[in-house]
């Protein structure tokens, strides 16, 4: 099962992802120095007890690679998780003019 998904960190950043299999336990790559970086930024006791939520946007038996990867883009421009203030997607790059 091929599925677009949402991910929301508690620095309330999103990232969405793509999985070619379905799998429940796979949460993407999203870059990890920034998430870091902003988690310093949380009160102590959030970076001590937190809640990552995955949330199944999308979802296809029949899609092939290609149409996942498109899907995965309007996904990413639709929600503005490329943009730095919103969340952690690094691609496609950012554009003022893209909202």
């Known amino acids: 099962m091929k599925q677009i998904y949402k991910i929301t960190y508690p620095t ?4 969405i992802g793509k999985d070619s299999v379905g799998s429940h336990r796979y949460f993407g790559s999203p870059d990890l120095y920034l998430i870091n970086k902003d988690f310093e930024n949380l009160p102590k006791e959030v970076q001590m007890d ?4 995955k ?13 996942l990867a498109e899907k995965e883009i309007e996904f990413i421009r639709k929600y503005q998780s490329n943009n730095p203030e919103i969340g952690y997607n690094q691609w496609p790059r950012f554009k003022t003019d893209q909202k």
């Open 12 to 15: 309330n950043k999103i990232y």
């Open 50 to 53: 937190y809640t990552v939520r």
């Open 55 to 67: 949330e199944i946007l999308w979802e296809s038996e029949t899609a092939t690679e290609r149409e």
